[in-house]
Nanobody, 115 residues
Framework: QVHLEESGGGLVQPGGSLKLSCAAS????????MSWYRQAPGKEREFVAG????????NYADSVRGRFTISRDNAKNMLYLEMSNLQPEDTAVYYC????????WGQGTQVTVSS
């Protein structure tokens, strides 16, 4: 079955950086596009970044473009999100996502940006 597991979240000061990882299994990872979403307290879950199976033509939410980079390692079935110049408004639970008929989410990893 499809399994997604995020890691790498934590507490970081404004202006800091973090790299999130998502380990994927149970589906042909190298042939599927993947995405990152986030959900802040009291807000709806929102799209952050997406990457096709080829790794090119990445797309980003306007709020993170230029600060976040999505990447993948198809040999390791891993999805990544490198985040820099983090700001308090980036505080959220971050999820990796894939749609294969149904929608699949990981359990999420908490990112807190605070001084």
């Amino acid at each position: 079955q499809v399994h997604l597991e995020e890691s790498g979240g934590g507490l970081v000061q404004p202006g800091g950086s973090l790299k999130l990882s998502c380990a994927a299994s149970g589906f042909p990872f190298s042939s599927r596009g993947m995405s990152w979403y986030r959900q802040a307290p009291g807000k709806e879950r929102e799209f952050v970044a997406g990457i096709p199976h080829t790794g090119d033509r990445r797309n980003y939410a306007d709020s993170v473009r230029g600060r976040f980079t999505i990447s993948r390692d198809n040999a390791k079935n891993m999805l990544y999100l490198e985040m820099s110049n983090l700001q308090p408004e980036d505080t959220a639970v971050y999820y990796c996502f894939i749609r294969i008929g149904a929608d699949y989410w990981g359990q999420g990893t908490q990112v807190t940006v605070s001084s």
